[in-house]
Nanobody, 126 residues
């Protein structure tokens, strides 16, 4: 099974940056898509970004386009989420997740992902 470990969360002021990391036991060239999701208190889990093992550009939610960037490091088996120009509304617990690419229809739909890491808290102060 795929095991995921998310890290890098913290407290940052609005306009600041953070980089989240997701270390995977199996890499995306093993046919897994990796996604980042977040869940704020009282809200549903929402998709933030996703990258496919098939290549191509990552998918982004409209709310983070132009501010967040997802990239992978094959050698370290780690996927990163660089978050810039952070806003208080970005405050949430962030999770990384994985699913076989052949089973994925909607890259930003949490319900389609089978493997989840523990969350990392991101708090953006105004």
């Amino acid at each position: 099974d795929v095991q995921l470990q998310a890290s890098g969360g913290g407290l940052v002021q609005a306009g600041g940056s953070l980089r989240l990391s997701c270390a995977a036991s199996e890499w995306i060239d093993d046919d897994y898509a990796i996604g980042w999701f977040r869940q704020a208190p009282g809200k549903e889990r929402e998709g933030v970004s996703s990258i496919s093992s098939y290549g191509g550009m990552p998918y982004y939610a409209d709310s983070v386009k132009g501010r967040f960037a997802m990239a992978g490091d094959t050698a370290k088996k780690t996927v990163y989420l660089q978050m810039n120009s952070l806003k208080p509304e970005d405050t949430a617990v962030y999770y990384c997740a994985a699913v076989l690419d052949e089973e994925l229809n909607n890259p930003l739909a949490a319900s389609e992902y089978d493997y989840w890491g523990q969350g990392t808290q991101v708090t953006v102060s105004s």
